[in-house]
Structures are given as structure tokens and as C-alpha cells.
């Protein structure tokens, strides 16, 4: 048995979880992943035969297909082939981690791929490492076959055994935020990656579930072993691998304690939104898929301040969803919300959210800086066909229910008139078809480049209303990737660069008359709650699982009481002077 070890990372998901590590080896994400059933694991196994037999023929056929006059390796190399896919160490253990872990078959392939790339790795022999690639072919034929057959028929629900901490938590080295997304339909109980700042996209989706998580915990998945039993403290960034059982007495005491504070917050949920000055405030949600609108409603939610619409977009190889896809996901959450707005934001794709299909187009890859290239509705306006497709799903769906169109990403005053005259474009079609839509339906625009903030009143002269994206704001204001561990130790709300940039959007929103929230992850931070109010917020979107913690600080909050400390923090510019005021603030 080893000692215990104690890991530390970026906490970005609340709470504590305890469970057995569950690791995702990196190309295992590549395929399609889930858990199955224990009287699945035959017809798991018969499907991964069926792949082998289709394999098989296929490579028969081609020697057979081989000219008479083909080199003498194209045959050497079909048996090869061949051989390998009769090979024990691909087969027997292909079917061993169907069996013993539950693998479905394409994920079982993945990481015994991923485990027989290891060894070759190692071969001095240059000749023989190159038979790596041998294997990959192999698999790679196995998985195409895979593709055109019938998959185990339910997603996985883990029978977890709370009290022998049997659940399963997700260690891996890094997960896209479209993988993430996976995750949202699987009783995972946490989260922890090598890599991820805070405001991540994959720390996001997180968040979003509701489960502990902690990032950038470097070497996670190298020190961490399958099945290992480990606590994720999420509001430390804490992981401890085979805790002491003092230790896990501590974590599971606190567990409980941090569970029944969750079940008070429930009873927060029907009352009215209201500061104790009397001041009424709006909790929005944001989504990332049409079901997420459930999930808001029953959180009480006002209605949805931000649906990001990218996820629709990915995992869906080398093609975008066309407009009959969109418009029935957009409609479904329109539905769902039953009556209560939802402001559906227009494809942000790019920096740490690429989409498949982009890899294809303008050397997107090898763009210098995706962060700063073209993301979001650069990208959309490069694209006008697809950005209409999304205009016209859009509108079409708000037939169905009060709807507001919500732009990423812009700073300029050409790129918002170009979106506007696009808007203008598909409205005009859809009239030309005799389609309904919200003729008033209002457009309004991401504040969350600094230029944007600074010269807001472009945005206030043309636009219905403004969010606050804090998450890029501070990522673009202090030039910190917020997707890189290394430098997430500087990704600060609360530097005075920031505080004065909002206070100051906020301020000239509020003179004009135009209606502001903020929908970063600030705005579901309880911490940050006071000081938004005392710059004026009424409109905050976040998370559904954030909503009563935040609510709850507002009922306990005189706005009136936040005049002055507010005042001090905006005027703090050393460290210890801004802290003494958000102090005082807290206290006010
Ligand atoms: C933001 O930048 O704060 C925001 C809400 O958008 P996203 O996190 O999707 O970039
Ligand atoms: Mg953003």
C-alpha cells in the first residue's frame, strides 16, 4: 500500500467528493464513451467480434484486389494487419477491460491502443516503434466498423454504493469542453484534469453540473491510478489520493455538513429575489444545452441570461448542425422555459471551444493566437451562410416564446452594424417564406473585450441591451489565457483594471437607459455578489447550481450600506488598501 498523497490545484467547482478515481486516457476521447451494463458485456463483446470478422474480410478483400504485379509489401503489410488483429494483446485485452471495467467496446479500444502505444514508445528499435502505427490502422479499421453497427442501447447510470465510496470521479489530463459535455448525462461525483484555469470552458461545464472539481492539478492523471480512492475538495483545489482514515473521517463529516447547508438553500428557492433595502434583482441562468432549461426552471431561475449555443455546434465532425436541428433545440428551451425569456447567444466558437469542422478552414490551427484571432462573431460574420442559418433557427424559434438575441465578442462599431444588417437579412428572408418570428425581438451584445467596455457607448447607441462576459473580460484586460494552469495564479476579478471597467460599463449602461447584466462566472461567485450589487447590477446569470447561494447573499444584503465601502474598493488601487475595503465590505 502507498502512502497518501496530496495534490493541489485550481478549485473550481464547490463542494467535496469522495470516490474512486476514474481515468480517461486522452485518445479514449476521441470515441464515444460510456459505461455499460453488466448484461450488456456479451453483446459488448459480440460487437467487438463482429468488428473483428468485418476486419478481417475487408483485409482479405484487398489482397485478393492485390495486382499481380503489386510490391511484395502491400501483402506483407495485410499480414500484418491481420496478425494484429488476432493478437492477445490487443484482443484479450480489449475484451478484458469490456469486462472488467465496463467499458463500451470503441472506449475498451482507445485506451488499449493508448496502453500498447506506451510500450512501443519505449523501443530503442526504430523499425519496430514504427509498428505503432500498424496497431493504430488496426484500431482504427476496428472503430470504422464499430461506426456502422448498433451500440450498447443506454448510456450509462453507475450503480454507486455511497457508503463504500464507490463513486466514480474523472481523472484525466485534460477534457474539451465539448467532451465535458458527455459528462452531463453520467453519475459522475467529480472532477480533477492536469490542466484548466478557472473560467476554462471545461471548468465551466463543471461548475455547470453541480460537482466538485479541481484543475490544473499537474501530474493528476500520471500519480493518480485507476480505482485509487481519492478526495476532491473543490472549494480548496484539494485532492488527497488514498486518504488516512482520519483523514477521510474529517472529509466525509464535512460532506455531509456542506450536503444539508445545500438542502437549507432549497427553501430559498420560491421566495422573492429582493435585497433588504427592498431593491429587486433578476437571477438568470445560463445553459449550454436545451435540457439545462429544466435544470434553470426548477432552480427558480427568471429566465435563461445566456444560452451558449457553441455546444450545439460540436461533436458534430467536419459539419454544423443545419437550421431545422437548431431551430428545434432552440425551440425546446424556449418551450421549457415555459413563458420566461431566454437570450440566446450566437455561436462562440474558437480559443479554447474549436470546432471540428475548423481545422479544415482558414488554418485555423495554426492560427498565432486563437484567444485573439477569429473566435465568436468574427468567425460568424467570416462565415455568413452559417451565421443566417443560425439567424433564421433563432428567430424562427421565437415564435414560441419571449426570445433575445445575444452577440459574442464584439468591439467594433462595422462588426455590430454587420451583424445587425445580417439580422436584417434573415428577417427579410424569413418574411419573403411567410415564416413567423418576434418582429420586436431585441438584439443585444457581449461587453467582454476592454475596447468594448471602454467605448461602450458604440454598443449603447445601437443595441437593446448588454452583458458583462467578466470570464473574457479579465482574460482580455490582464492578457491572461484563462485556459493555461501556468499563469492562472494572475487571473484576478478582482484587480483594480477590472473593478473599473465594469463599475464603469455599468455606470454609463445605467445612463442610458440601457438594460445590463453580467453572465460571467462572476456573477455566480457569492463572493463577488456585495460588490456587484454596490456597482448597481440587477441582472446576474448563472449556473442553475450557483442560483440560492447567490440569492441568499442578496437577501442578506442593504445596498444602501454598500455606498461607501463599494466607493473605497473602486478607489483602491495597493493591494492591502483593496482588500481592507472588500472587507468592510463583507461586513457593511
Ligand atoms: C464570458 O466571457 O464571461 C462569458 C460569459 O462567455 P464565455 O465564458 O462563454 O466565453
Ligand atoms: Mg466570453
Redesign the pocket.
Known sequence: MRVSLTLHGIPVSCGIAIGRAYLIAPAALDVDHYLIEADQIDAEIDRFHAAQAAVVAELAELRDDLAADAPSEMGAFIDVHTMILNDAMLVQETIDLIRTRRYNVEWALAEQLEILGGYFDDIEDEYLRERKADIEQVVERLLKALAGAPTAASLVVHTAVSNGHNEMIVVAHDIAPADMLQFKTQAFKGFVTDLGGR?S?TA?VARSLGIPASVGVQQASVLIRQNDLIIVDGDHGIVIVDPAPIVLEEYSYRQSEKLLEQRKLQRLKFSPTQALCGTKIDLCA?IELPEDAQVAVEAGAMGVG?F?T?FLFMNHKHQLPEEEEQFEAYKRAIELMNGKPVTI?TI?VG?D?PLDSMSGGEGYETAPNPALGLR?IRWSLSEPQMFITQLRAILRASAFGPTKILI??LAHAQEIDQTLDLIREAERQLDEAGIAYDRKIQVGA?I?IPAAAIAVRLFLSRLDFL?????????YTLAID?ADNSVAHLYDPLHPAVLNLIAFTLREAKRAGVPMS?????AGDPSATRLLLGLGLTEF?MHPSQLLVVKQEILRSNLKAFEKPVADVLAAYEPAELQAALTALQKA
Not at 467 to 475: E, H, P, R
Request: with cysteine.
Open positions: 473560467t470552458h465551466i445560463n445566456l451558449r457553441e447567444r462562440d480559443a471551444k465568436a459574442p465578442m457581449m467582454e452583458s458583462i462576459g467578466t470570464n473574457d473580460l479579465i482574460q484563462r453580467v453572465c460571467g462566472e462572476m446569470s
